[in-house]
């Protein structure tokens, strides 16, 4: 059994910065696809930042720039470095880990960590 535990939340001012960590447990993380989520108050789940089977890292469009994922395989552990946080990166961010299998895809996901970014 695969289990993400998320760290690193918290409140920060504009303009601060934030690094999350997910540690996953179990033998797949080094061959999942990773990627983190958030979900604000009364919106979609939507991708921030991801990091594909075969290497590739892709961001969405608010965030470009100012987020970056990165992995440690030896530490089974994916990171979201945030700088130049916006009062619009408020949310719940969530760590998922997923990849193929005969039947489809699986998915894990972490239980979430919360960033409000206020003043």
């Known amino acids: 059994q695969v289990q993400l535990v998320e760290s690193g939340g918290g409140l920060v001012q504009p303009g601060g910065s934030l690094r999350l960590s997910c540690a996953a447990s179990?033998?797949?993380?080094?061959?999942?696809?990773k990627g983190w989520y958030r979900q604000a108050a009364g919106k979609k789940r939507e991708l921030v930042a991801e990091?594909?089977?075969?290497?590739?890292?892709n961001y969405a469009d608010s965030v470009k720039g100012r987020f970056t994922i990165s992995r440690d395989n030896a530490k089974n552990t994916v990171y979201l470095q945030m700088n130049n946080l916006k009062p619009e990166d408020t949310a719940v961010y969530y760590c998922?880990?997923?990849?193929?299998?005969?039947?489809?895809?699986?998915?894990?996901w972490g239980q979430g960590t919360q960033v409000t970014v206020s003043s």
């Open positions: 998922n880990l997923g990849g193929p299998t005969p039947r489809g895809w699986y998915n894990y």
């Open positions: 179990g033998s797949i993380f080094s061959i999942s696809a």
């Open positions: 990091i594909t089977i075969d290497g590739r890292t």
